[in-house]
DNA sequence: TATTGTTATACTCTATAACTATA
DNA sequence: TATAGTTATAGAGTATAACAATA
């Protein structure tokens, strides 16, 4: 890319890293006031929207391992969030499903993801929030981002 | 932040968090095809403006522990990249310099960051780009990020 | 023989705290 | 007594590979 009007050295790729880095901790701080990790919060998201999936389309779908996945799941289990039932089909696999407060819980996460949406983009008038999730929309097609995917980035 | 017009959630948030991890993990390719990790490019950066600051100094300003700098710092060392100078007025502290290879990795450095932009910005016309700088320096600034600040996300 | 899920292990990254040498 | 730098240790997070159960 060529410098900027300038000639100073544009530094927007290092702007969207810091400021996905700024996104990906404040939503850290949030689930964690619901007792989660942005993990489980990714976790959830994907069981809620695909009830009965099996342990080893998840880790594909979270981009972890299947032995990554394990944990993940004793934890939520054991809080009651998710249940694992053995496939009648295939007895290898389970199906993964939301307990009721599974489900409650995963919509908290949807007001509070909300809530960070708002609190992020607070700085911008409505019509910049407009334009910089065009730009930011049309910069992950340009790069085969799936909007959907859920591939938590840690911390 | 109310959903957007046709009332499905907007998750503009989540996509900065997204491309910005993409942008980090990229330019970690890349300084790596230069045998420096990211911290390694964010120190030599720092080094390289502020010659002679003390590693108490580079820890803050890296947004790290001093004891992390330690084999950060070793490591370059070893490579012949910077220099540890005692200071001659307070002899507990290092002046930390770039050596000449130091300073011509620093050029090339440069050179890499400058092909990563243009990479990453390649979905966007110039305008485009121009206008999505404005809006990320604009939410930066809201919310106090240091646009000159180097603290490395790491991966 | 292949696949799902599990366990055991190890590796990376990083922070905390104790230590030394200077001041 | 305080500060710069160092070392030792431990913790979090994650991947790799071997394993048991089922197909």
């Given at each position: 890319m060529a410098p900027s009007p300038h000639g100073r050295p544009r530094r927007t790729a290092f702007l969207l890293s810091q400021l996905g880095?700024?996104?990906?901790?404040?939503f850290a701080e949030r689930t964690r006031e619901l007792g989660l990790t942005p993990s489980d919060a990714g976790t959830l998201r994907w069981i809620g929207r695909n009830p009965g999936l099996s342990q080893r389309v998840l880790a594909d779908r979270l981009g972890a391992v299947p032995s990554r996945v394990v944990p993940l799941l004793d934890s939520l289990e054991t809080r009651g969030l998710v249940e694992r039932?053995?496939?009648?089909?295939?007895?290898?696999?389970?199906?993964?499903?939301?307990?009721?407060?599974?489900?409650?819980?995963?919509?908290?996460l949807?007001?509070?993801a909300q809530e960070h949406e708002g609190e992020l983009?607070?700085?911008?008038?409505?019509?910049?929030s407009d334009e910089l999730a065009r730009l930011l929309a049309r910069l992950a097609e340009g790069h085969g981002v799936d909007v959907e995917a859920h591939r938590d980035t840690g911390r």
């Open positions: 880095s700024l996104s990906a901790s404040r039932v053995r496939s009648s089909t295939d007895r290898r696999n389970y199906e993964l499903h939301l307990t009721g407060a599974g489900q409650a819980l995963l919509g908290r949807r007001d509070v983009l607070a700085p911008l008038t409505p019509e910049e």
